[in-house]
């Protein structure tokens, strides 16, 4: 349960912050949570494909999902155009 509501805070942190960096991407409170955790998945799979390590805390798995919910936020403003 821990590692739930763990994945739900840094969810919503990642989501939040890559909101804010691209504007007008802001999908509300449990949209910001969703983009955040699909972020963190993208961003993994993406620095591992690139050998790229951001350290193993908390600031570098907040750093991971924040890249990958801006590449994810990226990819759904292409396909909305």
């Given at each position: 349960m821990n590692n739930l509501v763990y994945v739900l805070i840094i969810?919503?942190?990642?989501g939040w912050i890559a909101g804010e960096i691209k504007r007008g991407f802001g999908?509300?409170?449990?949209?910001?949570?969703?983009v955040g955790i699909l972020?963190?998945?993208?961003?993994?799979?993406?620095f591992a494909?690139?050998?790229i390590s951001l350290g193993a805390?908390?600031?570098?798995v907040i750093l991971?999902?924040?890249i990958g919910a801006l590449?994810?936020?990226f990819?759904?403003?292409l396909v909305k155009r």
């Open positions: 969810g919503a942190i990642a999908y509300g409170l449990f949209g910001n949570i969703l972020g963190a998945f993208v961003g993994n799979w993406l494909q690139l050998g805390g908390i600031i570098g991971t999902a924040v590449a994810l936020l990819v759904v403003g």
